[in-house]
Nanobody, 121 residues
Framework: VQLVESGGGSVQPGGSLNLSCVIT????????VGWFRQTPGKEREVVAS???????EYADSVKGRFTISQGNAENTLYLQMNSLKSEDTAMYFC?????????????????WGQGTQVTVS
């Protein structure tokens, strides 16, 4: 299984970015995926997640600004980020988890991408 993120970059506050994650290999079916972010010295935190029934969850800090979605072929995951703030600056990772794990806990995910940097300044 391989996950590869793209779409990161530098943007001014208030701007937008759309992150993509291409998933190759067999994961766990539709859903069971999420986006996380991490800054140096801090623990990795969930940004948004999808469950197998299509339910999405968001960190309070990004609600109303970020949208997670999965392509029809389920091998592509997206994170649309609008109204970006300086505090959104981080390395962003996509990840996949097995059934029975909690979508908001990073340690339940067992497949990770290498990350894409988002800088808002």
């Amino acid at each position: 299984v391989q996950l590869v993120e793209s779409g990161g970059g530098s943007v001014q506050p208030g701007g937008s970015l759309n992150l993509s994650c291409v998933i190759t290999g067999d994961t766990y079916g539709r859903g069971y995926v999420g986006w996380f972010r991490q800054t140096p010295g801090k623990e990795r935190e969930v940004v948004a997640s999808l469950d197998s029934d299509g339910t999405s969850e968001y960190a309070d800090s990004v609600k109303g600004r970020f949208t997670i979605s999965q392509g029809n072929a389920e091998n592509t995951l997206y994170l649309q980020m609008n109204s970006l703030k300086s505090e959104d600056t981080a390395m962003y990772f996509c990840a996949a988890r097995p059934p029975g794990t909690y979508p908001h806990l990073w340690f339940g995910y067992d497949h990770w991408g290498q990350g894409t940097q988002v800088t808002v300044s």
